[in-house]
């Protein structure tokens, strides 16, 4: 494992997060804390999506996003007392391939005429390859933009919120998937510089987990297809890590169904809740159950360690996530030493 210094340095000069987990493991919600995270420590970032479901818009309360950057919050002041901007974009793959036509075909009233009469739809949807180059091309360009371009915000870190761990190699290895429908041609050329940046020691792609055994194996799964793509992976978030109230002891005894009854009832009485046999063994049993959980928890808590990336944990918010609870988990991330 390495060290929190290791860990600081190596994503200083990171300039496109990539964030993508099994379903259910709350990667968009990460995906906005890290962009948080970034953005108090005085950067420009800029969150994205591709999954077409508005979940920054829901996440961030604000209204369902255009096909343009748009100001959703600003960072929390660090110690410096800078605080960056988030701003967010939903890429859909039909704007961004009326965009392309414009720029390269200069096909202005032209391509929208083709949108009504359902071309754009028809060509990236029997073209899944050509879909993403034009999802990542959108990216691609974010993250090249420089202070020369007046017209366009220039951002410090770009965060991607991309398609889940069982598609996320097959998203972002573009010329793979573009091999029997492109080997010439702008498209191709547009695939080969995304995957020349893809590649690049400016990104890495990160991967949320829950302490469950599936998502924990699909964790291990997509570490292997990323590596074996030659694509850089980042760390490992655990997520929903539930509080650690019970020391060893407490949770061996809960385990065998030992809890010091008569300290319970006591605890109880003191607070004013009226005790009976029946709520007592109901708690015992809640306990055992509890005990056991955290057990499977440590198992597979251990087998992300084993996985050698550093690893990150965010908690499970009693009241849920809302937008004060995406700067509460952005600030346990910039102190666990990623978004600083």
Same mark, same amino acid.
């Given at each position: 494992?390495?060290?929190?210094?290791?860990?600081?340095?190596?994503?200083?000069?990171?300039?496109?997060?990539?964030?993508?987990?099994?379903?259910?493991?709350?990667? &968009?919600?990460?995906?906005?804390?890290? !962009?948080?995270?970034?953005? &108090?420590?005085?950067?420009?970032?800029?969150?994205?999506?591709?999954?077409?479901?508005?979940?920054?818009?829901?996440?961030?309360?604000?209204?369902?996003?255009?096909?343009?950057?748009?100001?959703?919050?600003?960072?929390?002041?660090?110690?410096?007392?800078?605080?960056?901007?988030?701003?967010?974009?939903?890429?859909?793959?039909? &704007? #961004?391939?009326?965009?392309?036509?414009?720029?390269?075909?200069?096909?202005?009233?032209?391509?929208?005429?083709?949108?009504?009469?359902?071309?754009?739809?028809?060509?990236?949807?029997?073209?899944?390859?050509?879909?993403?180059? /034009?999802?990542?091309?959108?990216?691609?360009?974010?993250?090249?933009?420089?202070?020369?371009?007046?017209?366009?915000?220039?951002?410090?870190?770009?965060?991607?919120? !991309?398609?889940?761990?069982?598609?996320?190699?097959?998203?972002?290895?573009?010329?793979?998937?573009?091999?029997?429908?492109?080997?010439?041609?702008?498209?191709?050329?547009?695939?080969?510089?995304?995957?020349?940046?893809?590649?690049?020691?400016?990104?890495?792609?990160? /991967?949320?987990?829950?302490?469950?055994?599936?998502?924990?194996?699909?964790?291990?799964?997509?570490?292997?297809?990323?590596?074996?793509?030659? /694509?850089?992976?980042?760390?490992?978030?655990?997520?929903?890590?539930?509080?650690?109230?019970?020391?060893?002891?407490?949770?061996? #005894?809960?385990?065998?169904?030992?809890?010091?009854?008569?300290?319970?009832?006591?605890?109880?009485?003191? !607070?004013?809740?009226?005790?009976?046999?029946?709520?007592?063994?109901? /708690?015992?049993?809640?306990?055992?159950?509890? !005990?056991?959980?955290?057990?499977?928890?440590?198992?597979?808590?251990?087998?992300?360690?084993?996985?050698?990336?550093?690893?990150?944990?965010?908690?499970?918010?009693?009241?849920?996530?809302?937008?004060?609870?995406?700067?509460?988990?952005?600030?346990?991330?910039?102190?666990?030493?990623?978004?600083?």
């Amino acid at each position: 494992m390495e060290s929190d210094e290791a860990r600081r340095a190596g994503w200083s000069g990171i300039r496109l997060h990539i964030v993508t987990g099994k379903g259910g493991t709350g990667k &968009s919600t990460v995906a906005a804390a890290l !962009a948080l995270a970034l953005a &108090s420590s005085g950067r420009h970032v800029l969150l994205c999506e591709v999954e077409g479901r508005q979940g920054i818009a829901r996440m961030f309360d604000v209204d369902p996003l255009p096909y343009a950057e748009t100001r959703i919050a600003r960072g929390l002041a660090d110690q410096a007392g800078g605080a960056g901007t988030v701003h967010a974009l939903h890429i859909d793959a039909e &704007s #961004a391939l009326l965009e392309y036509l414009s720029m390269y075909y200069k096909l202005g009233r032209a391509g929208r005429a083709l949108d009504r009469f359902g071309v754009v739809e028809f060509a990236t949807t029997i073209a899944p390859g050509v879909r993403d180059v /034009l999802l990542t091309g959108k990216v691609y360009e974010a993250v090249q933009r420089n202070s020369r371009n007046r017209a366009a915000v220039t951002y410090d870190a770009v965060v991607l919120d !991309a398609p889940p761990t069982g598609r996320i190699t097959q998203f972002l290895n573009v010329n793979s998937e573009l091999a029997g429908l492109a080997k010439v041609g702008p498209i191709k050329g547009q695939a080969d510089t995304v995957m020349t940046l893809f590649r690049s020691p400016r990104t890495v792609v990160h /991967l949320v987990t829950l302490l469950e055994e599936m998502p924990v194996q699909e964790t291990a799964d997509g570490i292997t297809e990323l590596r074996a793509a030659d /694509l850089p992976v980042g760390s490992v978030i655990v997520n929903l890590v539930r509080p650690r109230d019970l020391d060893a002891d407490a949770l061996d #005894a809960a385990c065998r169904g030992e809890l010091d009854r008569g300290a319970i009832a006591a605890d109880l009485t003191s !607070a004013g809740v009226e005790v009976n046999d029946e709520l007592l063994e109901e /708690l015992v049993e809640q306990g055992r159950e509890h !005990a056991e959980r955290r057990g499977l928890e440590e198992e597979q808590h251990e087998l992300v360690r084993r996985l050698g990336r550093p690893t990150y944990q965010l908690p499970l918010l009693a009241g849920g996530v809302d937008l004060g609870g995406l700067y509460e988990l952005a600030e346990t991330l910039k102190e666990q030493g990623l978004g600083r």
